[in-house]
Nanobody, 123 residues
Framework: QVQLEESGGGLVQAGGSLRLSCAVS????????MAWFRQAPGKEREFVSR????????SYEDSVKGRFTISKDNAKRTVYLQMNSLKPEDTAVYYC????????????????WGQGTQVTVSS
């Protein structure tokens, strides 16, 4: 299992940018994928973006395509989520997650989770 720690959240005006980081420690050699999810108050946790550990293939939820970019730095053992053109509806707690088995958009496929970082976008 890996341990995950997110950082980089904060308060930003609509149209602004933030970069979230997820520091990964522990067993990374057998990781299959990393992902970002988010959860707004009163809503279920939803998929945002994922990256496959082996070849850095990526995918995005439709509402963030063209605005968010997921990437990783193997040397720093860190996964990033660059968020541009932020909207008030992006306000949520953002979580990074790790999977050893699948490249899924389903939260229950991910076995390791960080504690989350709050992103608040004001209008």
């Amino acid at each position: 299992q890996v341990q995950l720690e997110e950082s980089g959240g904060g308060l930003v005006q609509a149209g602004g940018s933030l970069r979230l980081s997820c520091a990964v420690s522990g067993r990374t050699f057998s990781l299959y994928a990393m992902a970002w999810f988010r959860q707004a108050p009163g809503k279920e946790r939803e998929f945002v973006s994922r990256i496959r550990w082996s070849d850095s293939s990526t995918s995005y939820e439709d509402s963030v395509k063209g605005r968010f970019t997921i990437s990783k730095d193997n040397a720093k053992r860190t996964v990033y989520l660059q968020m541009n053109s932020l909207k008030p509806e992006d306000t949520a707690v953002y979580y990074c997650a790790a999977s050893y088995m699948t490249w899924s958009t389903e939260a229950n496929s991910y076995t390791s989770w960080g504690q989350g970082t709050q992103v608040t976008v004001s209008s």
